[in-house]
């Protein structure tokens, strides 16, 4: 019992001693001294000062230094930002220490950590200063002699850390790249040795990041005294997308979608059994990159976008700033390559490529194509095998060699009645010069066998020999990579273009967007540049020989007798010896002009000349089957898929040219116009026709046209006719051989709508009327009026004016002056356009008086059809009334 109450006078005297110092201690956190003991314990667990906001000592149930605001300073021979920042540490505390009179801390716990690493212009870092140093003397050594160091009073066995940041510095530049969400520890597995593991995710300023995926490190290194040498580290990155791998590389969005994943080894001092050790300082790395469902941003995934798989297997020696790669292997589904490779990491400034052994299937070739170019056809197929060995280097790209061959192979394209054949392919550089020998593709070859390459699949390669001279075309590719300076080169013969357009729209290029062309062509294609290959242009001719063009929006094919197409520096042009379309024939040339500075839309000027012109040939040819909507199905596939749902008038607006347009003659109806021309430009919706002249009925016709094309489309001319004869007008032919004479005439017109019935009613205008030596035959009507009777003869006078207005589909006389020797006579009345009339003449008695200051006693009528006219005399209305009593 005695005993019992020993140990509990103990115990309690120990529990008051806590509970006193638990007190005791706050106040005595408070005094100077103790935080500089505090202090130096930490400088001397971390190696650098240590500075802090707050102290708190936490006893039970284990002694623990709680330190709020750590900031541990920065080597200054690596800049004077903090080297480690922390909102909160906990440091546990040893009791041995506590009891011997000193602290010594056993595991530390940091929360929301920020640390700097910086690299020095020496390539050091300031990190292999701070873990603490290995022991000076351990059983592994052996026995040493003579004065001894006194051991280190250092415990520290665990870091550990959470919510943290990693950024990194280059001397005193900044970079952009970070770790975030940092987590993990450093623990202390014998001394001077230290066991790593760390979780992260990537980051980069200034750019938006969402899928990074989760960086794992685990490894085991050495503390100061040995530069963290012997060091074995391994590294797990997997999930990323590659859309942010580019941004955190570069900055910017490629466009590339897909998944990357990384597993890599790195060890330092630590050889392989089996194999030699490193060079001193330089560290052994194996990575393995894989990455898959590869596509462009804007395309769906698909179950055959490509991937890679890249091994590499080589050393990185620090101080010098090179890594190289002894063994690399990248593996697609179906080729493979190997060969070699280096790259400088200061400053990434140069790199060198060598792969000696390359086989390449054209199913791989396809299947990247297919991933980054939109509306491949799912049916186009390829079935060639290439090998190639090539090096290459720096930044711009340049090849210090290059070799690729292959037997030949064949392309399957929907649309293609027959296989594509590819002729054999060989390409070397000599020189520094890369020579691509003539290869010729086959649009009806026959296969024949060749032998087999031991380095080509089982089945046999193919040779192909073209059964038409006339179908094939032939691809030349030379390059001088020192002078940086190339030249491609595609000529070829074709019996059907057609086959040449369905090709290009299989693999995603459609090259006729609302037109379709057939027939025979040939041509020669060229494209050279300097330092730039995007910067170069197209140079060649295409030449089309009884072909024809069926284009949207037309009822009938145009036919291409014998038509240049060519392209000078990108611009194209258009010679027409002879093509037959609307009607006739068609003969001149249309040039692109230069764009003008700030607009994307190519400028076109044109000079053509047509035989004979017809307007109802042009109606059949544009309706009234196409017409209203023929301009609607025309420009939407003229101008790109993308704007098919688009306005006419927003893609009418894109078309801009200018041009002289001229014709032999030229039919409207019952109008026939000889040797018409015109200056016509169309820009930004609108329509100007000037300079416009013709011979018509036996004078001269002048003009001018304006049309907008909003909605609806509206029209405004002005035309003057001089010296026209009144026996060629177009109106029927009895009416025409009552009249004679000549007739000058201004006239100005508007309407608006679309189709012949819209623009006669929306019809409006005015005009002047002059005429000379006019005669109507039938009907004496001086003679008629004078004998109150109707009299058949000639009429004649002198000369005639008076102005017309035209509307209601009718043209209307209100005072039309008719003169001649003995008296004037006054015309007033209508025109239809159905060919009715209703005419009245009036006779002015005196020169010299008024037509309003007395009333005429008698009238003469012209009424009914222009095919059976009615005349009669009566008296006006007001005359009568005179005569009743």
């Known amino acids: 019992m005695s005993r019992i109450r020993t140990y509990g006078r103990w115990i309690l005297g120990l529990v008051v001693l806590f509970v006193l110092a638990q007190s005791v201690l706050p106040y005595l956190f408070r005094n100077r001294r103790m935080r500089g003991y505090l202090l130096a314990h930490l400088e001397s667990s971390f190696g650098r000062p240590v500075q802090a906001r707050g102290f708190s000592l936490q006893l039970l149930p284990w002694p623990r230094l709680d330190v709020d605001g750590v900031t541990i300073s920065e080597n200054p021979a690596f800049g004077q930002e903090y080297f480690l920042r922390a909102d909160h540490l906990a440091a546990s505390v040893r009791w041995l220490g506590l009891l011997r009179g000193h602290f010594e801390f056993g595991n530390i716990s940091l929360s929301r950590p920020s640390l700097i690493l910086v690299r020095n212009q020496q390539g050091r870092w300031n990190l292999e200063g701070w873990l603490p140093p290995a022991a000076a003397h351990s059983p592994s050594q052996g026995t040493v002699y003579g004065?001894?160091?006194?051991?280190?009073?250092?415990?520290?066995?665990?870091?550990?850390?959470?919510?943290?940041?990693?950024?990194?510095?280059?001397?005193?530049?900044?970079?952009?790249?970070?770790?975030?969400?940092?987590?993990?520890?450093?623990?202390?597995?014998?001394?001077?040795?230290?066991?790593?593991?760390?979780?992260?995710q990537p980051w980069r300023s200034g750019v938006a990041l969402q899928s990074t995926g989760t960086l794992q490190v685990r490894g085991e290194v050495a503390g100061t005294s040995a530069r963290l040498q012997p060091a074995e580290i391994q590294a797990h990155w997997g999930k990323v997308s590659i859309a942010d791998l580019f941004r955190m590389v570069t900055g910017n969005d490629s466009g590339v979608r897909g998944e990357f994943a990384l597993d890599g080894t790195a060890s330092i001092g630590k050889p392989a059994s089996g194999e030699p050790p490193g060079v001193p300082g330089s560290w052994k790395f194996s990575i393995h990159a894989r990455a898959a469902r590869i596509h462009r941003w804007d395309m769906t995934e698909r179950t055959d976008n490509p991937g890679f798989s890249l091994n590499l297997?080589?050393?990185?020696?620090?101080?010098?700033?090179?890594?190289?790669?002894?063994?690399?292997?990248?593996?697609?589904?179906?080729?493979?390559?190997?060969?070699?490779?280096?790259?400088?990491?200061?400053?990434?400034?140069?790199?060198?490529?060598?792969?000696?052994?390359?086989?390449?299937?054209?199913?791989?070739v396809l299947a990247w194509?297919?991933?980054?170019?939109?509306?491949?056809?799912?049916?186009?197929?390829?079935k060639q095998f290439f090998t190639a060995r090539f090096a290459l280097h720096g930044r711009p790209l340049a090849w210090d060699d290059a070799e690729i061959s292959s037997y030949g192979g064949e392309l399957s394209v929907p649309g293609l009645t027959k296989t594509v054949?590819?002729?054999?392919?060989?390409?070397?550089?000599?020189?520094?010069?890369?020579?691509?020998?003539?290869?010729?593709?086959?649009?009806?070859?026959?296969?024949?066998?060749?032998?087999?390459?031991?380095?080509?699949?089982?089945?046999?390669?193919?040779?192909?020999?073209?059964?038409?001279?006339?179908?094939?075309?032939?691809?030349?590719?030379?390059?001088?990579?020192?002078?940086?300076?190339?030249?491609?080169?595609?000529?070829?013969?074709?019996?059907e273009i057609g086959t040449v357009f369905k090709a290009a729209t299989a693999f995603g290029f459609a090259l006729n967007r609302g037109w379709e062309l057939t027939g025979a062509a040939s041509g020669n294609f060229g494209r050279d540049w300097s330092s730039s290959f995007t910067a170069s242009r197209w140079n060649g001719t295409l030449s089309l020989v009884k072909a024809q063009l069926q284009a949207a929006g037309l009822n009938l094919p145009l036919k291409l007798d014998d038509v240049r197409a060519n392209w000078n520096a990108g611009r194209r042009s258009v010679n027409i010896a002879r093509a037959d379309a609307f009607g006739t024939i068609w003969s001149g040339s249309v040039d692109e002009l230069p764009t003008a500075e700030g607009s994307s839309m190519p400028q076109w000027k044109f000079q053509l000349h047509a035989d004979h012109l017809d307007a109802a040939e042009l109606d059949r040819w544009f309706g009234p089957r196409a017409r209203p909507g023929w301009l609607q199905r025309l420009l939407p596939s003229l101008l790109g898929k993308s704007d098919s749902n688009a306005k006419p008038s927003e893609l009418l607006r894109r078309v801009s040219a200018e041009g002289d347009l001229s014709a032999d003659s030229l039919t409207i109806e019952k109008i026939n116009l000889a040797r018409p021309r015109a200056h016509v430009v169309f820009r930004d919706l609108h329509l100007g026709v000037t300079d416009t002249d013709a011979e018509w009925a036996g004078g001269i016709a002048r003009g001018r046209l304006a049309a907008v094309f909003s909605v609806p489309p509206q029209y405004e001319a002005s035309i003057e006719v001089d010296r026209v004869s009144l026996s060629q007008f177009p109106w029927n032919s009895r009416w025409s051989d009552r009249w004679d004479g000549l007739a000058s005439a201004k006239i100005h017109f508007t309407t608006s709508g679309v189709g012949r019935d819209a623009l006669i009613a929306q019809l409006t205008g005015s005009g002047e009327l002059q005429l000379k030596s006019l005669e109507l035959h039938g009907w004496d009507i001086p003679a008629s009026l004078e004998s109150e009777t109707v009299r058949d003869g000639v009429s004649r006078w002198v000369s005639g004016e008076g102005d017309f207005a035209i509307k209601d589909r009718a043209v209307r006389f209100d005072a039309l002056r008719l003169e001649n020797a003995r008296e004037k006579t006054q015309l007033f009345g209508t025109f239809h356009f159905t060919q009715d009339l209703s005419l009245t003449f009036a006779p002015l008695s005196g020169a010299k008086r008024a037509a309003t200051s007395i009333a005429p006693t008698r009238l003469f009528h012209l009424t009914g059809t222009m095919d059976s006219p009615v005349a009669s005399v009566e008296a006006p209305p007001e005359a009568e009334a005179r005569k009743l009593p």
């Open 369 to 382: 194509y297919r991933a980054f170019q939109p509306d491949v056809a799912e049916s186009v197929s390829a």
């Open 313 to 364: 297997k080589g050393l990185w020696d620090v101080l010098d700033g090179e890594a190289r790669a002894d063994s690399l292997i990248l593996d697609l589904p179906q080729s493979h390559f190997e060969g070699s490779g280096s790259l400088h990491t200061a400053g990434m400034s140069s790199w060198k490529l060598q792969i000696d052994d390359a086989g390449i299937d054209a199913k791989d």
């Open 421 to 495: 054949r590819i002729g054999a392919v060989q390409g070397s550089t000599s020189k520094n010069k890369f020579q691509l020998a003539r290869v010729r593709i086959l649009l009806d070859g026959i296969a024949t066998e060749a032998p087999e390459s031991p380095r080509m699949p089982k089945a046999k390669s193919t040779v192909e020999v073209a059964s038409s001279p006339s179908n094939q075309l032939e691809l030349r590719l030379s390059e001088d990579f020192a002078r940086r300076d190339g030249s491609l080169a595609l000529s070829g013969k074709v019996s």
């Open 147 to 200: 004065p001894q160091s006194p051991p280190a009073a250092n415990h520290l066995q665990k870091i550990e850390f959470d919510e943290g940041r990693i950024n990194f510095k280059t001397g005193d530049e900044k970079r952009p790249f970070a770790f975030t969400d940092v987590s993990g520890s450093v623990e202390q597995t014998a001394p001077g040795r230290w066991q790593l593991r760390l979780e992260a």
